[in-house]
């Protein structure tokens, strides 16, 4: 039972390990995804919220958060997630306009490309969470988009890091809208 333990343990370790050498590292591109988001959210805009695999649940909870709350009481904001598969492309081509946000959730699976694309042609901000293949975004984004990359290679710490991505995002546009009360 000990050896579990231990391995247990690791996991939190691990997990602690790279949110710490992760901080410095996606501050910025964090700052600059929140400022897209509030830009589209102040304009009338909203953001459309997709993923692949783990990246669809995540997807799910960041649209709750964005309109209904996070820490504290907001009016709701214009945020909507995307379904799994083929048919997120359909959404956004059908939904999508000039000024709203496409926040898309990377497995590192290679499910994006489609959406991305769809949502370039509706002329939206990009913003991309990615871990493994994150390199592959350079191409695919423009200058005014934002790429998110954690640093890492195993699926699921990306995943629990790109959850705290999503709360930090959360944050930071409550901040922006609301100043800086306690939660």
Known sequence: MAMLEQRI???FFDGADLKYQ???ILARPIADA???LLAALTSGGKVMVGGGGAGAVLAQHMARMLTGRFERDRPPL???ALVMGSEAPQQVRALGLPG???LFIDDGEGHSTHVISAAQAKDMTI???AGRGSQAFGELLAETDVLVAVPHERAARVTELQLLVL???CDAVDFQLMGDQAP
């Open 9 to 11: 343990q690791q996991q």
């Open 22 to 24: 992760s901080a410095e």
């Open 34 to 36: 929140s400022a897209a």
């Open 78 to 80: 214009a945020a909507l």
């Open 100 to 102: 709203d946000v496409l």
């Open 127 to 129: 913003v991309v969470l």
């Open 167 to 169: 709360h930090c995002l």
